[in-house]
């Protein structure tokens, strides 16, 4: 069964700092990784899809990075604001179609 | 931008109680999903329902879980006798298309179900 893991488990940055979050998954059979922001008491927002074709994938201050054959993604956020404080959870489709796996989260603190 | 809405934000039943949590999904949306999220812990994949049927589903999703779209808009999920450990965050999320296909899917505010 697919086992996705995120470390750190908790960020705690000043703001304008540049950040790493990673995500690592055992089985890299994968058709694709999804990266989400989770905001308390709110759902999750989709901030980037990579296809397991793919390398990265960015979006403004965001980057992310996959690489299927080590089971790991990095997600990149430039420029660090206290606005990008959230939970951040990536999550891979595995093999069997559309069931999700999802990882334990980074709490994100943007100190301003 | 559309979006996918959840109601009740908020449901409390008594343990053994049944409880229909529903959703709205993106119009043009073709694939729906359950998830669930325990207070601390992942996200899990409960359902995926796509040509009224469903095409996936978790080893959560036991005889106590069903899900129906009974009209042209609404999608639900029904636990029938709930108990205090389906206590959670329940997140319903719709895309145009099959994940497999790298459509990403889009998430509601979510239901927090309380059970007492």
């Known amino acids: 069964k697919q086992e996705v893991t995120q470390i750190p488990a908790a960020l705690s940055v000043p703001e304008g700092e540049n950040l790493v979050l990673n995500c690592s998954f055992t089985?890299?059979?994968?058709?694709?990784l999804q990266w989400f922001r989770q905001d308390p008491g709110k759902g999750l927002t989709s901030l980037l899809l990579?296809?397991?074709?793919?390398r990265e994938q960015t979006s403004g201050r965001l980057n992310a990075s996959l690489d299927k054959s080590s089971g790991r993604s990095t997600l990149y956020i430039a420029a660090s604001q206290p606005g990008d404080s959230a939970t951040y959870l990536c999550a891979v489709i595995g093999d069997t179609g559309n069931q999700f796996y999802f990882g334990t989260g980074t709490s994100l603190t943007v100190i301003p | 931008e559309p979006e996918v809405t959840q109601t009740p934000s908020h449901q409390v039943t008594q343990m053994g109680q049944e409880v229909i949590l529903r959703c709205v999904p993106i119009s043009n949306h073709l694939y729906f999903y359950w998830y669930r999220q325990i207070l601390g812990q992942k996200v899990e994949f409960l359902v995926s329902?796509?040509?009224?049927?469903?095409?996936?589903k978790s080893e959560i999703f036991d005889d106590q879980f069903s899900v129906e779209r009974p009209d042209g808009s609404n999608f639900t999920l029904k636990i029938r006798s709930t108990k205090l450990e389906d206590s959670a965050m329940y997140f319903c999320a719709s895309s145009t298309e099959s994940a497999v296909l790298n459509q990403p899917q889009h998430f509601g505010d979510g239901t927090r179900l309380s059970i007492l």
């Open positions: 990579i296809q397991s074709s793919q």
């Open positions: 089985d890299s059979a994968i058709y694709n």
């Open positions: 329902f796509y040509n009224n049927e469903i095409s996936e």
